[in-house]
């Protein structure tokens, strides 16, 4: 069966109407971060592959946008980190040659921008956003529990000289977490090194729903303006966003698949890479559903090996 890699668009408060791009099988990244909403990295690699063929997901991305959609990006995020892929020159270079009304934007960890064929990959990009959480390999380890081998002063590094290549625009993520990187000692090198990167935003990212680690946890609304009015001192616009903001336009799933969905859940417990597989949506759209159903208390969330599962009691709400 052929993988989808388009989802969306999706409403992004940082990116706008945003189609998203997945060149990954689930779950392969370089980093296992505590935070990530899609559970444990089952592939930890810091190898660059061709995932899928290159002509498929340009077939997909040539389908969907012939038809002139209303987009403000085309995003390469998903499953995983985006620059593993050796796909992601190509399709960039296809996305700006023959859609050149769409701005492309690219969601990376950061940790291969020392490699300079990335860095010639996503030369074509509009915007990269790189994520910092830490200028300590301790918490750096701690937060991301990295592929063995990656620096963060090296990862660091190399997002400074990428930004002094690079011909668009570089936003920083800074990811949250309370009692690893946000108290004095910890916020004051984050904010020296965003300084040296001299990104042209900053975006202070937490918890938005339920991480790979169940003892994560987003700063406080208070601590959080403190935090930022601290980061907009350097004189650079600075945004506060939970980690997952993007929201469908409308609901993609359909009533069908709402029932579809929680008559499993009562079944059986199940994480978003199984509603996935059974419904034919993608990761990001599931767990955006998913995360409206938490809201409202139909379903709960408990942890098992495979990651993050959910589930449904046997009279929940089936509006």
């Given at each position: ?193 965003a300084r040296a ?88 759209e599931v767990a ?32």
């Amino acid at each position: 069966m052929t993988e989808n890699h388009i989802f969306g668009p999706v409403s992004s408060r940082r990116l706008g109407r945003s189609l998203g791009i997945d060149l990954l099988p689930f779950k392969t990244c370089s980093y296992n971060c505590v935070y990530c909403e899609c559970g444990a990295t089952t592939r930890l690699t810091t190898e660059r592959a061709e995932f899928f063929p290159t002509e498929e997901v340009i077939g997909q991305l040539d389908k969907f946008l012939e038809k002139g959609p209303v987009l403000d990006y085309v995003t390469f995020a998903g499953s995983g980190e985006p620059t593993l892929s050796l796909s992601l020159g190509k399709i960039i270079r296809h996305l700006k040659t023959t859609y050149p009304q769409y701005k492309v934007a690219v969601l990376t960890n950061g940790s291969l921008l020392g490699n300079k064929e990335v860095r010639a990959d996503l030369t074509g990009a509009d915007l990269v956003i790189p994520t910092l959480t830490s200028t300590s390999q301790e918490i750096f380890e701690k937060i991301h529990r990295p592929h063995p081998g990656l620096s963060v002063s090296a990862i660091i590094n190399a997002i400074q000289e990428f930004g002094k290549e690079f011909p668009g625009q570089i936003w920083l993520e800074i990811f949250l977490i309370p009692g690893l990187n946000t108290d004095r000692a910890q916020l004051r090198t984050l904010r020296e090194a965003a300084r040296a990167i001299h990104p042209q935003r900053i975006q202070l990212n937490t918890l938005d729903r339920p991480a790979a680690e169940e003892w994560v946890t987003a700063p406080e609304a208070e601590e959080l303006e403190i935090i930022r009015r601290y980061f907009a001192e350097l004189g650079i616009p600075v945004d506060v966003a939970g980690v997952c903001c993007e929201q469908p336009d409308v609901c993609i799933a359909g009533e069908s698949t709402h029932e579809l969905i929680l008559k499993t859940l009562r079944i059986r417990p199940s994480t978003v890479e199984d509603l996935a597989s059974m419904t034919g949506l993608h990761h990001h759209e599931v767990a955006k559903y998913l995360s409206g159903l938490l809201e409202d208390g139909t379903i709960h969330i408990q942890r098992g090996k495979r990651g993050v599962f959910y589930s449904a009691g046997p009279d929940s709400d089936q509006k």
